[in-house]
């Protein structure tokens, strides 16, 4: 089997066969083999065995037939090996014991090894490698939505504490932030050495902030993420929810493409950042669980809109969550990629 590079060509606005498709959290509580998998190991235990985190990305571009594998791991790994005291509860999210409260925390976090902190994770990366035969996207979580677990002590509605030191201890944010941005650099630029094609920056939680905040707060911060990455030599992806109002700021960061959540329409969304970024969504998971024909419909009003301009990967506008069937991802993704001009081919 020759190696399917559709993604990584949409991702530079190449000419495609086929509009590439891959899922978030395609890895995940909807498969039965995974579900299999999680009763002999954790989540972290996953992140911690190379050949079994390797064999769960493999199992969604087996079963799905996706254009990308997205690495199996977790946005705190890396901050756990910074000093975090962090454990994930199923269910629930992760759960941390030593919260930052002061610069003095933020100046206890060591400086990120990848190789020497994280080998499992890299070793991971390249076994993978080497088995597939589609491009291989590392993540990292962003630096709000990490520090916003850091600060609180797990997740968390409203972001009250994580605020309250943005606008009360700008000396403590701002320390903060500059450690997080350095340490994702290092990750990714670690991933990318490793074997990985392609990164995404996650930062679920960024659209509890206002433009002006976001500007003001976290901007610099993830201008110099996206700077630092420039010479990595692969395409570099954004993703957060809620992030309509934020895109007009977004669109001046030097980040190769925009993920986009459901929220926002393709084209407004194309507006709000120019014509110069690739687009990736964004169909609504919950509309999986719809009849098949509304999700036809759905996903061609959304390919339609994506293809107005070149660059474009179709996604969803958040993960996949457990009452999924593997069948309809089936479909959806043979659909994608038949679906071209309004018409099957």
Same mark, same amino acid.
């Given at each position: 089997?020759?190696?399917?590079?559709?993604?990584?060509?949409?991702?530079?606005? +190449?000419? $495609?066969?086929?509009? @590439?498709?891959?899922?978030?959290?395609?890895?995940?509580?909807?498969? @039965?083999? =995974?579900?299999?998998?999680?009763?002999?190991?954790?989540?972290?235990?996953?992140?911690?065995?190379?050949?079994?985190?390797?064999?769960?990305?493999?199992?969604?571009?087996? +079963?799905?037939?996706?254009?990308?594998?997205?690495?199996?791991?977790?946005?705190?790994?890396? $901050?756990?090996?910074?000093?975090?005291?962090?454990?994930?509860?199923?269910?629930? !999210?992760?759960?941390?014991?030593?919260?930052?409260?002061?610069?003095?925390? &933020?100046?206890?976090?060591?400086?990120?090894?990848?190789?020497?902190?994280?080998?499992?994770?890299?070793?991971?990366?390249?076994?993978?490698?080497?088995?597939?035969?589609?491009?291989?996207?590392?993540?990292?979580?962003?630096?709000?939505?990490?520090?916003?677990?850091?600060?609180?002590?797990?997740?968390?509605?409203?972001?009250?504490?994580?605020? +309250?030191?943005?606008?009360?201890?700008?000396?403590?944010?701002?320390?903060?932030?500059?450690?997080?941005?350095?340490?994702?650099?290092? =990750?990714?630029?670690?991933?990318?050495?490793?074997?990985?094609?392609? $990164?995404?920056?996650?930062?679920?939680?960024?659209?509890?902030?206002?433009?002006?905040?976001?500007?003001? =707060?976290?901007?610099?911060?993830?201008?110099?993420?996206?700077?630092?990455?420039?010479?990595?030599?692969?395409?570099?992806? =954004?993703?957060?929810?809620?992030?309509?109002?934020?895109?007009?700021?977004?669109?001046?960061?030097?980040?190769?493409?925009?993920?986009?959540?459901?929220?926002?329409?393709?084209?407004?969304?194309?507006?709000?950042?120019?014509?110069?970024? $690739?687009?990736? !969504?964004?169909?609504?998971?919950?509309? #999986?669980?719809?009849?098949?024909?509304?999700? *036809?419909?759905?996903?061609?009003?959304?390919?339609?809109?994506?293809?107005?301009?070149?660059?474009?990967?179709?996604?969803?506008?958040?993960?996949?969550? @457990? *009452?999924?069937?593997?069948?309809? #991802?089936?479909?959806?993704?043979?659909?994608?990629?038949?679906?071209?001009?309004? &018409?099957?081919?």
């Amino acid at each position: 089997m020759t190696f399917n590079d559709n993604f990584l060509r949409a991702c530079r606005k +190449q000419a $495609v066969d086929h509009v @590439p498709v891959w899922y978030m959290r395609q890895a995940g509580r909807y498969q @039965p083999e =995974y579900r299999k998998i999680r009763e002999k190991y954790s989540l972290m235990e996953i992140c911690e065995l190379p050949e079994v985190g390797a064999e769960v990305t493999l199992l969604p571009v087996q +079963q799905l037939n996706v254009d990308a594998a997205i690495l199996f791991s977790d946005i705190m790994i890396p $901050v756990k090996a910074m000093g975090i005291d962090v454990d994930i509860k199923g269910g629930y !999210g992760p759960v941390i014991a030593n919260p930052i409260k002061s610069v003095h925390d &933020v100046r206890q976090l060591r400086d990120l090894e990848p190789e020497a902190d994280l080998p499992n994770t890299m070793e991971t990366i390249r076994i993978l490698r080497r088995e597939l035969k589609v491009p291989l996207i590392g993540f990292s979580g962003a630096p709000f939505t990490l520090a916003s677990y850091m600060i609180e002590g797990g997740p968390s509605r409203n972001y009250y504490k994580t605020k +309250q030191m943005m606008y009360s201890a700008p000396e403590v944010w701002g320390a903060l932030m500059d450690k997080l941005g350095s340490m994702v650099v290092t =990750y990714l630029k670690s991933q990318v050495a490793a074997g990985a094609q392609a $990164v995404q920056v996650f930062d679920s939680w960024i659209g509890s902030l206002s433009p002006a905040d976001y500007r003001q =707060y976290v901007f610099p911060t993830m201008q110099k993420i996206f700077a630092g990455l420039r010479d990595i030599g692969v395409p570099t992806i =954004y993703f957060g929810i809620n992030t309509g109002e934020l895109l007009t700021v977004w669109k001046e960061l030097p980040v190769d493409v925009i993920g986009v959540d459901w929220r926002v329409p393709l084209d407004a969304a194309r507006k709000r950042v120019g014509s110069e970024f $690739v687009l990736q !969504g964004n169909l609504d998971p919950a509309k #999986l669980l719809a009849p098949w024909e509304v999700i *036809e419909q759905n996903a061609k009003e959304i390919i339609d809109l994506g293809l107005e301009q070149p660059g474009y990967i179709f996604n969803l506008g958040h993960g996949l969550f @457990p *009452e999924v069937q593997v069948e309809t #991802l089936q479909k959806l993704t043979e659909f994608v990629h038949q679906y071209r001009n309004g &018409v099957l081919v």
